[in-house]
């Protein structure tokens, strides 16, 4: 019957380590060479004279491989095929660990029982030895403990990202000594337990909920804070990752030394990526109040003679942009120092807006350096403006609202901003280019990009013609005024 059992057990190990349909079973390896071991040894201790109290110990542990196998594959059958597979609820693996450890102790204690097993001796032979093992096991206990409350409160769930001490991770896996946990740098580190009850922990949740990240930023005392705040709330409304819904909010926290200091709180649903966010909304600040004349100072600890930077913003650089645009080519030159000297050049950070769809405005936009993109209708994109190039041309000739939004590309953004007025004297010495910024305006059309008036109406090819004549002629009596 041995032999026969030995037999039995060699070939279910065979199948449970080569067969791959069956790899759930994988884990009934351990109990299955066990038992295979105790048989064996139960058959080599029977088969040899040796002492009554071997041969009763080897059929005691041979009874206690078996428990451990049935044990296994009764918890195996309860989690994968009743629990995940019919019921549809997956149980933590703190959870299938202590219901197995359970299931093993009183098992075995039964079976010792019954087979007249004296344990009470084991357990209080020695007091110096159950002390040792006490204070050997109190860390293991502690960790055990705690895994079982926070698995009780089903706080610190798989796939949830927490911040525990300023480390920021996602928790993988939950165990019964130690919380896996994965970073952003994708490295794995393992929490005691014990450890993740006692420390503070925030949550971060799974993506659900906005979670605000502020950012604090410091300009100086000659700019208002509402202009400043203005300026911030523009940039935070603009930055990729920031909800709209709650909208974000700035708002003046201190006077220091040296600055202004404003709070910017930025709702995401990926707080996890705030190094990113972060990136994203300084480097867009900073360009956006520059822009705007808005110094962002610190203080200084040494007193240097630094060499001032070249300025952005110069006439030169302004009449050579107006020099390398084709469009412009013919114009006479006075023309184009007056020009020049009435527009701006603007920086734009890598992915901020220039011009809004809806807005109201008459400025033309040259492109200096770089490249722009226009979006229209929920972020399609229509058309990329590079070097040389305009564009803003249809607010200008009809008067109407932006009928896009443009951006800069995934590179820095210059553009010469031209008013309303720094135009008209060009106009009339070259009247030949309103036609052909209106030609460029009806390559576009062609091309799918939709115009509309200021009440949202769309406008015919004829219709632009009279808007654009209507437009000029306005002008000109601005001009001759």
Not at 121 to 149: D, E, F, P, R
Not at 191 to 216: F, H, K, Q, S, Y
């Amino acid at each position: 019957m041995l032999d026969l059992l030995l037999v039995v057990f060699t070939l279910l190990i065979a199948l449970a380590l080569r067969a791959e349909a069956l790899r759930r079973m994988r884990t009934l390896t351990l109990p299955l060479v066990l038992t295979a071991v105790a048989a064996l040894a139960h058959l080599v201790v029977a088969a040899v004279p040796l002492e009554d109290g071997v041969v009763a110990g080897t059929a005691v542990a041979l009874v206690l491989a078996l428990a451990f196998l049935v044990a296994r594959a009764c918890l195996l059958l309860l989690f994968e095929w009743v629990l995940i597979k019919r019921m549809g609820f997956s149980p933590p693996r703190l959870m299938r660990e202590v219901i197995a450890l359970f299931l093993y102790l009183v098992l075995a204690l039964l079976i010792l029982r019954a087979m007249d097993v004296e344990i009470t001796g084991l357990i209080t032979t020695s007091a110096v030895l159950t002390v040792v093992v006490g204070l050997a096991l109190q860390q293991t206990l502690g960790n055990l403990l705690a895994g079982l409350a926070l698995a009780w409160e089903q706080r610190l769930v798989p796939e949830t990202w927490v911040d525990i001490d300023g480390r920021v991770s996602v928790i993988e896996e939950t165990g019964w000594r130690s919380l896996i946990l994965r970073n952003r740098l994708g490295e794995r580190v393992l929490v005691p337990n014990a450890d993740a009850g006692a420390a503070r922990v925030t949550i971060l949740g799974t993506g659900e909920r906005p979670v605000a990240i502020p950012l604090r930023v410091g300009v100086a005392y000659a700019v208002p804070p509402d202009a400043a705040k203005g300026v911030l709330l523009e940039v935070a409304s603009d930055t990729p990752g920031v909800e709209k819904d709650p909208p974000p909010q700035v708002l003046t926290s201190e006077f220091a030394d040296s600055a202004v200091v404003y709070e910017c709180r930025l709702w995401t649903l990926t707080p996890w990526r705030r190094d990113d966010l972060t990136d994203a909304f300084l480097t867009r600040a900073h360009a956006a109040l520059a822009r705007a004349g808005m110094e962002i100072p610190f203080p200084q600890r040494t007193v240097h003679q630094a060499k001032a930077a070249a300025p952005l913003d110069t006439v030169e650089r302004r009449r050579a942009a107006l020099d390398a645009c084709g469009l412009l080519a013919g114009a006479p030159s006075e023309a184009l120092d007056a020009l020049a000297a009435s527009s701006r050049l603007r920086r734009y950070a890598p992915g901020e807006t220039v011009v809004r769809e809806g807005e109201a405005s008459t400025a033309l936009y040259l492109v200096a350096a770089g490249e722009a993109v226009v979006l229209q209708r929920k972020g399609r994109e229509l058309a990329r403006v590079g070097s040389g190039d305009f564009f803003g041309e249809m607010a200008f000739l009809t008067g109407s609202l932006r009928n896009a939004t443009v951006r800069a590309s995934e590179a820095p953004l210059e553009v010469l901003e031209i008013d309303e007025n720094g135009l008209q004297s060009l106009l009339f010495d070259r009247p030949d280019l309103a036609g052909q910024l209106a030609e460029k305006m009806a390559v576009r059309q062609l091309a799918g990009e939709e115009l509309r008036d200021e009440t949202g109406a769309l406008i015919s090819p004829a219709g632009l013609v009279t808007q654009i004549r209507k437009h000029l002629l306005r002008l000109v009596g601005l001009g001759s005024g």
